[in-house]
């Protein structure tokens, strides 16, 4: 059962537009959630997190929205660059604890120069 | 270095084999973790490091799997007589101390996995 879902597995954007990556929940307790992103043969960077206590984070061209009553959080890139091409996943400590990540299965997004 | 190392990058080796992962935080990082994907899977959480002490192991699949930190740095990860099943990318991460009332949540910083392949 997967508690972390990223329903879009890929996505294309033309440089300098907007990406919006989405990602939706099932437990209510969820209390904290990350971004991140991962290149082919490399580990996951992070990227962006946010707190259940706020609805929005911001960290330059990223940023990240939290709706708790709707389970939903999405990360907007703006303005998009080619070399933010990668897999984006989405996850959140999960089994009761604040650390055992676990993650969506990932949305290619790919910038179009 | 500045980030989450983790050696060597690939292993392939026989079935009964042991192995061993290595794994360098990043400095500073009291809190270090092991995740595992096989292919086609999500990311499997194995075990927790705060500081030398493992508070959860919840996530080693057999006894064949064991894991130490020494100097509150370097992991190792040991896998013995190793089956084919346990063919997967070995990720390491770190970060600083997460518990409440320390830092609370914090992020984790992954590093390049080892790929490991039982023959």
């Excluded at chain 2, 989450?4 to 192995?19: A, C, L």
């Excluded at chain 2, 992962?21 to 270090?32: E, M």
């Excluded at chain 2, 099943?85 to 992954?110: I, K, M, T, W």
Aim: hydrophobic share 30%.
């Amino acid at each position: 059962d997967q508690q972390v879902k990223q329903n879009s597995p890929s996505l294309s954007v033309q440089e300098g537009r907007i990406s919006i990556l989405n990602c939706d929940y099932t437990n209510s307790m969820f209390d904290y959630f990350l971004w991140y992103k991962k290149y082919p043969a490399e580990g996951p960077t992070f990227l962006i997190s946010i707190s259940s206590i706020k609805d929005k984070n911001e960290d330059g061209r990223f940023t990240v929205f939290l709706n708790k009553s709707a389970k939903h959080l999405s990360l907007h890139i703006v303005p998009s660059q080619p070399g933010d091409s990668a897999v984006y996943f989405c996850a959140a400590p999960s089994g009761g604890s604040n650390y055992k990540l676990t993650f969506g299965k990932g949305t290619l997004l790919t910038v179009n120069p | 270095g500045a980030g989450v190392s983790q050696s060597p990058s690939n292993k392939v080796t026989e079935k009964g084999k042991d192995v061993e992962l290595r794994c360098d935080p990043i400095s500073g990082h009291t809190a270090l973790y092991w995740y595992r994907q096989s292919l086609g899977q999500g990311l499997e959480f194995l075990i927790y490091f705060q500081g030398n002490s493992a508070p959860d192991k919840s996530g080693l699949p057999s006894d064949r799997f064991s894991a130490e930190r020494t100097g509150g740095s370097v992991s190792t990860l040991t896998i013995q007589r190793t089956q084919q099943e346990d063919s997967a990318v070995y990720l390491c991460a770190s970060s600083l101390d997460h518990r409440e009332g320390v830092y609370g949540n914090q992020p984790q910083h992954f590093g390049d996995g080892t790929r490991l392949s039982i023959l």
